[in-house]
Nanobody, 121 residues
């Protein structure tokens, strides 16, 4: 079993920044790719960004390219999402997920409980 705990969410003004963290614990010996998803009230969950286990490959949704950066520190078992130039439409609950295949983030093995991000205009 792997546990994922997100942190770093909060309330920020439009144009501001936040850094989300996702801490992995438990049986972390497997080399998981990691992703961040988000879900706003009444909307479907969408993929925000993914990163391979080595960190050498990343992928972003078009809506966040150039503003968000995903990274990871495997020694600390932590994945990050740096969010800059935030917009009100970024408001959502953000989840991190661990998945075996980088190309299949929606087929995740584990997912955290989420952290709320609210961007005021």
């Amino acid at each position: 079993q792997v546990q994922l705990v997100e942190s770093g969410g909060g309330l920020v003004q439009s144009g501001g920044s936040l850094r989300l963290s996702c801490a992995l614990s438990g049986r972390t010996s497997k080399r998981y790719a990691m992703s961040w998803f988000r879900q706003a009230p009444g909307k479907e969950r969408t993929l925000v960004a993914s990163i391979s286990w080595s960190g050498s490959t990343t992928r972003y949704a078009d809506s966040v390219k150039g503003r968000f950066t995903i990274s990871r520190d495997n020694a600390e078992n932590t994945v990050y999402l740096q969010m800059n130039s935030l917009k009100p439409e970024d408001t959502a609950t953000y989840y991190c997920a661990a998945h075996s295949s980088f190309s299949s983030p929606t087929l995740y093995d584990y997912r955290g409980q989420g952290t709320q991000v609210t961007v005021s205009s």
